[in-house]
């Protein structure tokens, strides 16, 4: 991938943030200004002070006229006429105003408040003192009766401006985020579809680079190690195929030589070993062309269901079992409980499967040991049990022994195996929509589990 020498860090692309939120803060407050001079300009508003500055202004009047009326009154202000007394004269004050305004003109209380405040008049014949406000508002008595005022309205202005402006810097920041995250975003998706012909792009953030960049490494080791798996797993195919072809040729002289004995005169007993050997050698032949056709890509393992009586189906299985284990001298455990009448399968590929997992357990079973084959009908299903007394499956063996190829930690590997027999046993087991399990039994060794439904007649 292509480096990209201009990057900034995330503190950098944060403070940017940050600077760009104060700028906006700050154009949203000149804003509020220039609409406030404006509106000042065009007699839109009145200043804060604005009440306080007619109150200066109509001080000569109210002191020499002789008699004070409300049209002398300024906009904005209230009054309290008294004599020399502090008697209320006049006044449009009430309450708690009233008494303020009696205190402001006897001197007692001057301090005006933050927002409401007192202007003393003296006058010949005793005092007025008026009532105004400290805060903008409209020119315009109609809008200061029905318009919010004009100080809230300005600030809820500049909030919402500063929101907005927020807003729309957040949206332009995380857009540009967004972007600068969709070279690993694609990456990642190609990765994720094991599609490692790619180039992967570039950030001008360095952490987002710095991740670009782990994962281009990361590409390049997988597609590596893929490759060697892929000519691992070539090898063996190859190795296979050659071995299934080698076997051809001692499989046809035995296949001859059977044929030669049976026309030769034999007692029964001879008779029965050299049916064995012929339909075996017959099995044998199917096995090597399933390895042909796996070590070519293809792999199509069963044919057509048919109802399969039970008990003869496992009656054949349990009868090359017994041949299986004789060398070893192996002690057959046999139990069958709840067997349906019948079952629906292909019968010679689910006898290949259980065959196989019996075979395996032979190799990996001590001589002289127990090797356990139950048959149990469920509801629903048939369940197929082999358990051996070998060393049992390690923690890898259960991730990885249904695996294609796969040959085992050093406790269970065989120069015999060649890491096909739970494969093809699953395969087969998974086109009945069945299910292999593999776990240890309670004794230690190794348990296959084969769980088959039971289908309807068709």
Same mark, same amino acid.
């Given at each position: 991938?292509?480096?990209?020498?201009?990057?900034?860090?995330?503190?950098?692309?944060?403070?940017?943030?940050?600077?760009?939120?104060?700028?906006?803060?700050?154009?949203?407050?000149?804003?509020?200004?220039?609409?406030?001079?404006?509106?000042?300009?065009?007699?839109?508003?009145?200043?804060?002070?604005?009440?306080?500055?007619?109150?200066?202004?109509?001080?000569?009047?109210?002191?020499?006229?002789?008699?004070?009326?409300?049209?002398?009154?300024?906009?904005?202000?209230?009054?309290?006429v008294f004599d020399k007394e502090f008697k209320v004269i006049k006044t449009d004050l009430?309450?708690?105003?009233?008494?303020?305004?009696?205190?402001?003109?006897?001197?007692? !209380?001057?301090?005006?408040?933050?927002?409401?405040?007192?202007?003393?008049?003296?006058?010949?014949?005793?005092?007025?003192? &008026?009532?105004?406000?400290?805060?903008?508002?409209?020119?315009?008595?109609?809008?200061?009766?029905?318009?919010?005022?004009?100080?809230?309205?300005?600030?809820?202005?500049?909030?919402?401006?500063?929101?907005?402006?927020?807003?729309?810097?957040?949206?332009?920041?995380?857009?540009?985020?967004?972007?600068?995250?969709?070279?690993?975003?694609?990456?990642?998706?190609?990765?994720?579809?094991?599609?490692?012909?790619?180039?992967?792009?570039?950030?001008?953030?360095?952490?987002?680079?710095?991740?670009?960049?782990?994962?281009?490494?990361?590409?390049?080791?997988?597609?590596?190690?893929?490759?060697?798996?892929?000519?691992?797993?070539?090898?063996?195919?190859?190795?296979?195929?050659?071995?299934?072809?080698?076997?051809?040729?001692?499989?046809?002289?035995?296949?001859? !030589?059977?044929?030669?004995?049976?026309?030769?005169?034999?007692?029964?007993?001879?008779?029965?070993?050299?049916?064995?050997?012929?339909?075996?050698?017959?099995?044998?032949?199917?096995?090597?062309?399933?390895?042909?056709?796996?070590?070519?890509?293809?792999?199509?393992?069963?044919?057509?269901?048919?109802?399969?009586?039970?008990?003869?189906?496992?009656?054949?299985?349990?009868?090359?079992?017994?041949?299986?284990?004789?060398?070893?001298? &192996?002690?057959?455990?046999?139990?069958?409980?709840?067997?349906?009448?019948?079952?629906?399968?292909?019968?010679?590929?689910?006898?290949?499967?259980?065959?196989?997992?019996?075979?395996?357990?032979?190799?990996?079973?001590?001589?002289?040991? !127990? &090797?356990?084959?139950?048959?149990?009908?469920?509801?629903?299903?048939?369940?197929?049990?082999?358990?051996?007394?070998?060393?049992?499956?390690?923690?890898?063996?259960?991730?990885?022994?249904?695996?294609?190829?796969?040959?085992?930690?050093?406790?269970?590997?065989?120069?015999?195996?060649?890491?096909?027999?739970?494969?093809?046993?699953?395969?087969?087991?998974?086109?009945?929509?069945?299910?292999?399990?593999?776990?240890?039994?309670?004794?230690?060794?190794?348990?296959?589990?084969?769980?088959?439904?039971?289908?309807?007649?068709?």
């Amino acid at each position: 991938m292509d480096i990209n020498k201009k990057q900034a860090t995330l503190k950098t692309i944060f403070l940017r943030y940050l600077l760009a939120l104060a700028l906006a803060f700050f154009a949203a407050i000149i804003i509020e200004i220039i609409i406030v001079s404006l509106g000042m300009q065009m007699n839109l508003f009145n200043s804060a002070n604005y009440s306080e500055d007619l109150a200066r202004r109509a001080k000569p009047i109210l002191q020499s006229a002789e008699k004070i009326t409300e049209d002398m009154i300024p906009n904005g202000c209230k009054f309290a006429v008294f004599d020399k007394e502090f008697k209320v004269i006049k006044t449009d004050l009430k309450g708690e105003d009233l008494k303020q305004a009696t205190l402001y003109a006897k001197g007692i !209380n001057r301090k005006n408040g933050d927002k409401k405040s007192y202007y003393f008049i003296e006058r010949k014949d005793g005092f007025c003192v &008026l009532q105004y406000y400290i805060k903008m508002s409209y020119s315009s008595e109609w809008m200061n009766e029905y318009f919010p005022n004009p100080e809230f309205l300005l600030i809820a202005i500049l909030i919402f401006g500063c929101l907005i402006g927020a807003f729309i810097i957040s949206i332009v920041f995380a857009k540009n985020l967004k972007n600068n995250l969709i070279p690993l975003m694609e990456a990642t998706e190609k990765i994720k579809e094991q599609d490692l012909e790619f180039n992967i792009g570039n950030s001008p953030i360095k952490e987002f680079n710095d991740v670009l960049c782990s994962i281009s490494d990361m590409k390049e080791e997988l597609k590596k190690s893929l490759k060697e798996q892929w000519n691992l797993e070539k090898t063996k195919k190859d190795q296979i195929s050659s071995l299934a072809h080698d076997i051809k040729t001692p499989l046809t002289i035995i296949k001859g !030589n059977t044929e030669l004995l049976k026309e030769s005169y034999l007692n029964n007993e001879q008779k029965e070993y050299i049916e064995f050997i012929e339909k075996n050698s017959i099995q044998i032949e199917k096995y090597i062309k399933l390895l042909i056709d796996m070590s070519k890509g293809k792999l199509e393992l069963l044919g057509k269901l048919q109802k399969t009586n039970t008990k003869e189906f496992v009656y054949d299985i349990y009868n090359q079992l017994i041949a299986l284990a004789g060398p070893k001298e &192996l002690q057959i455990r046999f139990e069958q409980k709840d067997i349906p009448e019948n079952i629906i399968i292909n019968k010679e590929a689910m006898h290949r499967a259980i065959i196989n997992i019996i075979s395996n357990a032979v190799d990996y079973s001590p001589c002289n040991s !127990n &090797l356990y084959f139950y048959v149990e009908g469920k509801s629903g299903s048939v369940e197929f049990s082999v358990i051996d007394s070998g060393k049992g499956f390690s923690n890898e063996d259960l991730k990885a022994a249904k695996k294609q190829f796969y040959m085992g930690d050093s406790g269970r590997t065989s120069k015999t195996h060649w890491g096909m027999g739970l494969y093809i046993a699953d395969s087969i087991v998974k086109q009945h929509n069945g299910i292999l399990t593999i776990e240890n039994s309670h004794q230690g060794g190794a348990k296959v589990i084969i769980k088959i439904p039971l289908l309807s007649d068709f």
